[in-house]
C-alpha cells in the first residue's frame, strides 16, 4: 500500500509586508509537497500598504489559499485564527517576511515523522541587504550574538527550547495555542508550555528558509529591545525553562551600571569600569574577525556594531519588562 502523503496547512500572518509578501507566497506555491494537499491562509492585520492586494493577486486561482482578516493586527492572534479552521493534518506557521526553499514542506513532513517530535522547524538563514543588513544577519546567527540558542545556526538535527516557525501536528497546536497577550516572544511561550508537558521540539537543518533580517541598528535595537521586555512575561510562566543565555544581556547592563556608579565613587571602580569594557570590547572585537572574516570592512564595522546593540537592547528591555510586567511577579503568571 502506498501511503498517504499528510494534507500540511500553512498559515501566514502579515501586516505592511508589501515588500516581502510576493515572494513569500511564491515560494510557497513552489513547494513540490502536492498542491491538492496543501492549504494557505494568509492573514492580514489591517495593512495600510499593498500588502492584501499582492496577497490576493498570488492567492487567485489556488484552490485551498485563503486571504483573510486580522482586525488584532498581532502575529499570535493570526496564527490562532489559521490554527482554528485549519484543514490539514499538519499546520505550519509562516512569517511574511520568511522565504521557503521548495523542499520546505516536505521536508518537515519527513522530520515530523522520523523523529516522533511534537513540533519541528528549521534553523534561522537571515539575510539582509546592505552592510548593516548583513551585519545583523551574520550577528543573529552566531552563538556570540544569541547565546545558546541552537535553532539559530543548528548544522544537524537536534532538540532545542524553541524553533522558528513551527511545524506540527494540527491536534498539538490545537491544544496549545498562542498566547494572545503576547505581543512578542509568542512562539517561545508556547514551545516552553509544550516542554513543560513533556513534549519535544527539534531543529532540522535540511528544513530551509530565509528570513529578511533588521536593515538598520535602530532597527534592530527596537526588535531585541521587545524581544528583552517580552521575555520576562515568557520567564514569569515557565520560571523552569530560563536559561543562562536568558539573564546574560541583563546580566551585562548592570554590571556596566553597577561599574559606571562605583567609577563616580572613586579610583577602584574606575579600574572595575576600564576592566569591563575592555574584556567587553575584546570580545567583539574577536566575535568580528571570527564570523566577518573574508567580508567587506563595511561589514566587519556594522557586525562589530550590531553585536553591542543586540546585547544592550535586550538587556534594557528585560529592565523595562521587569517594572512593566511587575505584577506578574506576584501572580506567578503573566497578567493577561
Known sequence: MVPTVPTVTLVVAMRNEAAHIANCLDSIAAQDHPADRLE???????????????????????????????PRRIQAAAWNAGIAIATGDIVGIVSGHAVLAPDYVRRAVEAIE???????????NAVGGGPIGEAVSIAISTPFGVGGARHHYATERTEVDTVFMGLARRETYQRFPFDESMVRNQDDELSYRLLDAGGRIVCDPAIVSAYTSRATLEGLWTQYFDYGR???????AHPRQVRIRHLVPIGLVGAFGVAGL???VGDAGRRLLALLL????????????RYGRGRSAGIMAALAAAYPTMHLSYGFG????LWQFRDGWRRRTPPR
Open 40 to 70: 494557505v491562509l494568509v492573514y492580514d492585520g489591517e495593512s495600510d500598504d499593498d500588502s492584501v492586494a499582492i496577497a490576493l493577486g498570488r492567492a487567485d486561482g489556488r484552490p485551498g489559499w485563503a486571504v483573510l482578516p486580522n
Open 114 to 124: 522520523a523523529t516522533g517530535a511534537d513540533m519541528v522547524g528549521g534553523p534561522v
Open 230 to 236: 517580552w521575555k520576562v512575561r515568557v520567564i514569569q
Open 262 to 264: 562605583a567609577a563616580i
Open 278 to 289: 575592555i574584556a567587553y570590547l575584546g570580545a567583539i572585537v574577536a566575535a568580528t574577525f
Open 318 to 321: 528585560m529592565i523595562r519588562g
